[in-house]
Nanobody, 121 residues
């Protein structure tokens, strides 16, 4: 089995910063794309940012220039540095990874349980 565990959420004032982390564990042969999604109350889950194993990145227009995604392949960990946070960034942030599992020998998509980010004064 593969597990993704997020950390780093919390309450921050507008204009502040937070750094989210997501560590993948289990029987992992390789991880292709890792990403962050978010879901605000009453809204659909949306892609925030993603990064491939060769570090090609993709960002939602709403976070370009403010958020930076990175990864440490040796640690199977992905990060999201969030700067200049706005109230509209408030959401549950979910980690996602496309993993080649050693248990199943298949590429499968995995999700973390989410971490809450609240931007409020």
């Amino acid at each position: 089995q593969v597990q993704l565990v997020e950390s780093g959420g919390g309450l921050v004032q507008p204009g502040g910063s937070l750094r989210l982390s997501c560590a993948a564990s289990g029987t992992i042969l390789s991880i292709h794309t890792m990403g962050w999604y978010r879901q605000a109350p009453g809204k659909q889950r949306e892609l925030v940012a993603s990064i491939t194993s060769i570090r090609d990145t993709n960002y939602a227009d709403s976070v370009k220039g403010r958020f930076t995604i990175s990864r440490d392949n040796a640690k199977n960990t992905v990060y999201l540095q969030m700067n200049s946070l706005k109230p509209e960034d408030t959401a549950v942030y979910y980690c996602n990874a496309n993993v080649l599992s050693g248990a199943t020998m298949r590429n499968m998509n995995y999700w973390g349980k989410g971490t809450l980010v609240t931007v409020s004064s």
